[in-house]
T-cell receptor, first 114, second 115 residues
């Protein structure tokens, strides 16, 4: 199993809604990541989890709240988002958090905030 | 200063021909990894190839090879025998040992393969 599965694939939410994005991998990877990507731009790192502990938070607004319930799962809880938060949200995993570890990405969640 | 520079916003190549996508990088860390990813219009980022800073030989993976010139700090991706399915955006990325939690991505190159 060499996949990272993200759900949902598409999400439309209002600015007062609360929703969650889910990411799952069964490759035994110990590092997981959330990236945000705007159209035709490179991905921007949001959070890094290493061995289920948050190791990097790239000064992301508190309306984004990550959670790593176990080594296979990564969630991103969304609350009171703004229209500018509309983007493709990519989850990735890597074997560990080392310079030679490439990412396996999920197919992303396309989020639209209305 | 940008750590990863991809100078070609868009490239065109004829089907079955080879194409080189440029990437230069900037780091003072002696230990780092360089990666290329492909992103089709569907959105998923696909890992293509990896080159370590201490690797003596250029990396190859099927039709992909990485032309690594350490002194020039360049890591160009060569795609041989282009196929229509190669049309996508391509990102060069770097992970530094001192900052391994973060990958730095270039701005990407959009490759279009013409039949």
């Amino acid at each position: 199993d060499t996949e990272v599965t993200q759900t949902p694939k598409h999400l439309v939410m209002g600015m007062t809604n609360k929703k969650s994005l889910k990411c799952e991998q069964h490759m035994g990877h110990r590092a997981m990541y959330w990236y945000k990507q705007k159209a035709k731009k490179p991905p921007e790192l949001m959070f890094v989890y290493s061995y289920e502990k948050l190791s990097i938070n790239e000064s992301v607004p508190s309306r984004f709240s990550p959670e790593c319930p176990n080594s296979s799962l990564l969630n991103l809880h969304l609350h009171a988002l703004q229209p500018e938060d509309s983007a493709l949200y990519l989850c990735a995993s890597s074997q560990e958090n080392r310079p030679w570890d490439g990412y396996t990405f999920g197919s992303g969640t396309r989020l639209t905030v209305v | 200063a940008q750590k990863i520079t991809q100078t070609q916003p868009g490239m065109f190549v004829q089907e079955k021909e080879a194409v080189t996508l440029d990437c230069t990088y900037d780091t003072s860390d002696p230990s780092y990894g360089l990666f290329w990813y492909k992103q089709p219009s569907s959105g998923e980022m696909i890992f293509l190839i990896y080159q370590g800073s201490y690797d003596q030989q250029n990396a190859t993976e099927g039709r992909y090879s990485l032309n690594f010139q350490k002194a020039r700090k360049s890591a160009n991706l060569v795609i041989s025998a282009s196929q229509l399915g190669d049309s996508a955006m391509y990102f060069c990325a770097m992970r530094e040992s001192a900052n391994a939690g973060k990958s730095t991505f270039g701005d990407g190159t959009t490759l279009t393969v013409k039949p």
